[in-house]
């Protein structure tokens, strides 16, 4: 025989035995109930916005965004064409949020590689290793801003360079703080920056695009990055 704590059970009117939220005093039907929340018109909404920018990266693995159309979106996020609208006015809307969403992981790495002190060898490494670390966990997102950069005229690929150009500069803010490059002028920080931006994200289309993957060959682009960083900051310690 089963041993249910004390006051788990209660019978009403010798009907039967009914189930009670131990130390409520109520129905476990009713406390149910209540947990199970009807979704909000407004987070139905959400979900389907989020469902179609997915949808769009998954659909960008192998093409640029140009490319790609209004109906293969719907179709992949599983509504109808129209209710698009709801959501974006039109696709280089959609494509603006998804590249404002990428930026924001860029963003997140070099917070996340910040504060490693002055040495540009640890800081070298600390900043390949970080970049490792998010382009695995955001490949979509590194795949997406890595082509639009290159992909033309379209508002999607201008709004991604000039959006790497502020991240740039927000770099070249940083590379401020080493005692090498305190005195260099603001257009040479800047430029030095931009050398390094493209580093990383050349490393990160490697990281994606190498086939058959391992850790091996993942170690091997690692180390090679953080060699043509510190071979970088070599040729920054002597620049006039």
Not at 96 to 105: F, I, T, Y
Not at 120 to 130: G, L, M, S, W, Y
Not at 199 to 217: D, G, N, Q, W, Y
Request: hydrophobic content about 45%; charged content about 30%; overall charge neutral.
């Amino acid at each position: 025989m089963v041993a249910y704590p004390a006051g788990a059970l209660s019978t009403e009117g010798g009907a039967g035995v009914t189930q009670v939220a131990p130390g409520t005093g109520r129905k476990i039907d009713d406390v149910s109930a209540e947990s199970v929340k009807p979704v909000s018109r407004q987070e139905r909404k959400q979900r389907t916005r989020q469902a179609l920018l997915d949808a769009a990266l998954a659909q960008l693995a192998d093409r640029p965004f140009a490319v790609l159309s209004l109906r293969e979106v719907t179709k992949q996020a599983d509504i109808v064409p129209t209710a698009f609208y709801r959501h974006f006015t039109s696709m280089d809307e959609l494509g603006l949020v998804l590249l404002g969403e990428s930026m924001a992981v860029l963003r997140r790495m070099l917070d996340a590689a910040r504060d490693t002190g002055t040495d540009f060898d640890q800081v070298a490494r600390t900043v390949v290793r970080t970049l490792h670390e998010y382009t695995r966990a955001h490949e979509a997102h590194f795949r997406f801003l890595t082509r639009e950069r290159h992909g033309g005229s379209g508002a999607v690929p201008q709004a991604a360079r000039t959006e790497l150009r502020m991240f740039a500069g927000d770099l070249a803010v940083d590379l401020a703080r080493f005692d090498c490059l305190r005195r260099w002028r603001t257009d040479d920080l800047r430029m030095l920056a931009d050398m390094i931006v493209t580093m990383l994200l050349s490393t990160a289309v490697e990281l994606i695009e190498t086939v058959p993957r391992s850790a091996e060959s993942d170690e091997r682009i690692l180390a090679t990055a953080e060699n043509r960083l510190k071979l970088i900051a070599r040729g920054a310690e002597h620049w006039e």
